[in-house]
């Protein structure tokens, strides 16, 4: 092959290499990344999210990414888009458009909020029966796999505190007055929760304490 014709087929070879086979679109008028897929995923859970690389508002065929998740404490992404929540907390994932194996330096992102999958008050429903009595409420904050997780902590909080109060760091609650109020547990920035009822009997409490007969002397010992 002579030396010019070894030049034209080098430079049809480059022309290759820096254009999409088959758009004949060039790598460098790539504009934007838009990923697509749920906004939340859930501690030890998965969520698919899906880029596509776009020209001029036209998806770009053939084009890959590279996946990056801005903090891997709190979830980690896969080479194909695949999230798996690790830890509370609010995350950017970020798909850059590959074309032709040459990154293009054009990102596109995805805000998840990692959370958990439920709160489930493990106490009992409680019946307090004496104005002032206390008790503790439990709860557990559960991740995908319907498992506990440890050293989370809940916010408390009663719908009705002139029946009973709670202490909203503790989960303490206090009788106040007869009646049934729900207490709810919630993971401080979450919105899953549970509740449980809590039943106040002062009243009833009251009618079976011993008084005096009538008619009858008590004598002191």
């Given amino acids: ?13 480059a022309a290759a290499v820096a254009c ?12 934007s990344v838009l990923v697509a ?10 969520t698919q999210l899906v880029a596509s690389a776009l020209v001029k508002g036209t998806p770009l065929g053939g084009a890959g990414f ?19 929540g690790v830890g509370l907390d609010t995350i950017t994932i970020l798909a850059e458009a590959v074309v032709n194996r040459r990154l293009t330096g054009v ?7 990692v959370r958990v999958k439920s709160v489930v008050v493990t106490s009992a429903p409680p019946t307090l029966t004496t104005a002032g009595q206390q008790v503790a409420l ?3 904050a559960r991740d995908a796999l319907d498992a506990a997780l440890p050293g989370m902590t ?16 503790s989960g303490i609650v206090t009788a106040n007055a007869d009646g049934t109020t729900y207490v709810v ?5 979450e919105r899953e929760s549970d509740s449980v009822a809590v039943t106040v009997t002062l009243a009833a409490a009251a009618s079976r304490s011993p008084g005096k007969r009538p008619g009858v002397r008590r004598t002191p010992r």
């Fill in 154 to 169: 809940f916010s408390w909080q009663s719908r009705n505190p002139p029946v009973a109060s709670v202490d909203g760091a």
């Fill in 20 to 31: 999409n086979l088959e758009t004949g679109t060039p790598v460098n008028l790539v504009d």
């Fill in 37 to 46: 897929g749920d906004s939340t995923v859930v501690i030890n859970g998965t």
């Fill in 1 to 13: 092959m002579s030396l010019a014709r070894s030049c034209v087929v080098v430079a049809a070879l």
């Fill in 66 to 84: 590279l996946w990056l998740s801005t903090d891997s404490e709190t979830a980690r992404v896969n080479g194909s888009g695949l999230v798996s």
């Fill in 185 to 189: 547990a919630t993971v401080p920035g």
């Fill in 138 to 140: 439990t709860a557990e």
């Fill in 107 to 113: 990102r596109g992102a995805k805000v998840l909020r």
